[in-house]
């Protein structure tokens, strides 16, 4: 499409554009994304076939939330959009908030996406851990069990020395805890 070689100006003019994207909705992918959202009526990017949503998805996956409603529960298009931004998995469908890979991908990219993971997933001491060590979550977001298991205390103090803190009282008095907890703090110089 000669869209693709227009200068920048033409690029985001909102006329030539619309015009552009009504013959050829596959240039969608040379213009701005900003420019198409306020060309597509409420803000939905509801002309997008799932390639080119996915595409799309690939330079600004909070662009999820602007999409017509079966694209959220489309695991690839949610994959995508959480790879690209984890923080989009507040837009997911809530049968993906629950599922570990697509959570998984989020936390990889920003762990503070697990804030907007299934609250059963606070249980999955895998994901958690990952949250832990990806920086961006606090263990007093865990659920409680987790505070209770002695093994899971240790993985947790190791990633983060910080966390002794909410080692539940029933382990506070343990050996191995502080063994581990005093052996990290003096590696870490905590």
């Known amino acids: 499409s000669a869209i693709q070689f227009a200068s920048d100006s033409l690029r985001k003019d909102k006329e030539i554009v619309l015009a552009a994207l009504t013959n050829d909705s596959s240039i969608v992918q040379f213009i701005d994304l ?18 080119e949503l996915l ?6 996956g909070l662009l999820l939330r ?17 790879e690209q931004n ?15 890979e697509v959570v998984r991908a989020a936390i990889n990219q920003n762990s503070s996406a697990f804030y907007f993971a299934d609250e059963s997933l606070l249980k999955d001491k895998e994901l958690v851990l990952l949250a832990l060590k990806n920086g961006g979550f606090s263990l007093q977001d865990a659920d409680s069990t987790l505070l209770k298991n002695k093994e ?22 343990d050996d191995d805890i502080y063994k581990v907890w005093d052996k990290v703090k003096k590696d870490k110089n905590y």
Do not use: C, W
């Open 34 to 51: 900003a420019l198409i959202l306020d060309l597509t009526p409420n803000k939905k990017i509801v002309e997008l076939s799932k390639k």
């Open 55 to 60: 595409d799309v998805l690939q330079n600004d």
């Open 66 to 82: 602007n999409t017509k409603e079966s694209f959220p529960k489309d695991k690839e298009i949610v994959l995508t959009a959480v």
């Open 86 to 100: 984890g923080e989009a998995l507040e837009f997911a469908d809530e049968s993906l908030k629950k599922d570990k």
């Open 152 to 173: 899971f205390m240790i993985k947790a103090i190791k990633i983060r020395p910080s966390v002794i803190h909410y080692v539940h009282h029933d382990l506070l008095l």
